[in-house]
């Protein structure tokens, strides 16, 4: 190690530039910086130590972003996928084989569903993050609160979860969250249900303008390949209202055709007689 001093009049400008170099490329191991540098003006050697960690840390997470993001495009190449589909492939796995020790939150209580995306609960009424639901004044709209009833009816125990990326509450001071609830023993995501069911669209979200929450990917995903199961019944209900006759009987339906005796169809749609 190279002996530096100090001048009488103050550092000299060999130990200037010996400790500006240790500091800007974190050389301090090659001299006796706290000996030399500190009395010169320059940062306490345990305060360099720990933003030299910083900075290998950052790298480090850099390279591992980088690999990461290097392996998805691969895997999704290999796949036939966009990287982005990869990415809800991987959500939905995740979201399927949730277990209740992985979901934390507030504990609370389903009071009623105001409609297919809003709840009040125990702790407050909830508007379910990433989603959308018909307005309850249409048809649909009644059609997915009726599943959300079903699925979670008044009095059930749920889980409240705001991901960091998320605000507390919306412009109406409802809560946002994701509501979890327990479906054969094991955590189900409400909102996922509702998209995946067809009773919901993904919609308030990072592509609409609001923040970006982590099941995003998922429910985006999924709502491209599920069709609308609500207002398909209610296409149904205005068909068969519409019909003058309520000829529900095709003339092929007779004793011994191979359909159930207690069913009654039109074309090829069933309903109970």
Same mark, same amino acid.
């Given at each position: 190690?190279?002996?530096?001093?100090?001048?009488?009049?103050?550092?000299?400008?060999?130990?200037?530039?010996?400790?500006?170099?240790?500091?800007?490329?974190?050389?301090?191991?090659?001299?006796?910086?706290?000996?030399?540098?500190?009395?010169?003006?320059?940062?306490?050697?345990?305060?360099?130590?720990?933003?030299?960690?910083?900075?290998?840390?950052?790298?480090?997470?850099?390279?591992?972003?980088?690999?990461?993001?290097?392996?998805?495009?691969?895997?999704?190449?290999?796949?036939?996928?966009?990287?982005?589909?990869?990415?809800?492939?991987?959500?939905?796995?995740?979201?399927?084989?949730?277990?209740?020790?992985?979901?934390?939150? %507030?504990?609370?209580?389903?009071?009623?569903?105001?409609?297919?995306?809003?709840?009040?609960?125990?702790?407050?009424?909830?508007?379910?993050?990433?989603?959308?639901?018909?307005?309850?004044?249409?048809?649909?709209?009644?059609?997915?609160?009726?599943?959300?009833?079903?699925?979670?009816?008044?009095?059930?125990?749920?889980?409240?979860?705001?991901?960091?990326?998320?605000?507390?509450?919306?412009?109406?001071?409802?809560?946002?969250?994701?509501?979890?609830?327990?479906?054969?023993?094991?955590?189900?995501?409400?909102?996922?249900?509702?998209?995946?069911?067809?009773?919901?669209?993904?919609?308030?979200?990072?592509?609409?303008?609001?923040?970006?929450?982590?099941?995003?990917?998922?429910?985006?995903?999924?709502?491209?390949?599920?069709?609308?199961?609500? %207002?398909?019944?209610?296409?149904?209900?205005?068909?068969?209202?519409?019909?003058?006759?309520?000829?529900?009987?095709?003339?092929?339906?007779?004793?011994?055709?191979?359909?159930?005796?207690?069913?009654?169809?039109?074309?090829?749609?069933?309903?109970?007689?």
């Amino acid at each position: 190690m190279a002996a530096l001093v100090l001048s009488g009049c103050g550092p000299s400008e060999e130990v200037v530039a010996q400790c500006e170099s240790a500091v800007a490329h974190f050389t301090y191991e090659r001299l006796d910086y706290a000996a030399v540098c500190e009395p010169a003006g320059f940062m306490p050697l345990d305060e360099l130590v720990e933003r030299h960690d910083e900075v290998l840390a950052a790298v480090e997470r850099n390279a591992e972003l980088a690999r990461t993001e290097r392996e998805d495009a691969a895997v999704a190449a290999a796949e036939g996928m966009t990287v982005e589909q990869q990415r809800a492939a991987v959500g939905i796995r995740e979201i399927q084989t949730y277990e209740w020790a992985e979901v934390e939150g %507030q504990q609370a209580e389903v009071v009623r569903w105001v409609d297919g995306d809003t709840v009040d609960t125990t702790a407050g009424r909830v508007r379910l993050i990433g989603v959308d639901a018909p307005e309850i004044d249409t048809c649909a709209g009644r059609k997915a609160t009726e599943f959300a009833e079903r699925l979670v009816p008044a009095g059930s125990s749920v889980v409240l979860q705001n991901p960091e990326s998320v605000r507390e509450t919306d412009k109406y001071d409802r809560l946002l969250r994701y509501v979890f609830f327990d479906r054969w023993d094991s955590p189900a995501d409400m909102g996922y249900q509702l998209i995946t069911s067809g009773y919901a669209n993904a919609r308030y979200d990072s592509r609409d303008g609001y923040e970006w929450h982590p099941h995003e990917p998922v429910y985006r995903f999924m709502d491209e390949k599920t069709s609308d199961t609500g %207002q398909g019944y209610c296409d149904f209900e205005q068909e068969y209202l519409s019909n003058e006759n309520n000829d529900w009987f095709t003339p092929d339906h007779v004793p011994g055709d191979g359909r159930d005796s207690n069913t009654c169809y039109r074309g090829r749609i069933p309903y109970a007689c």
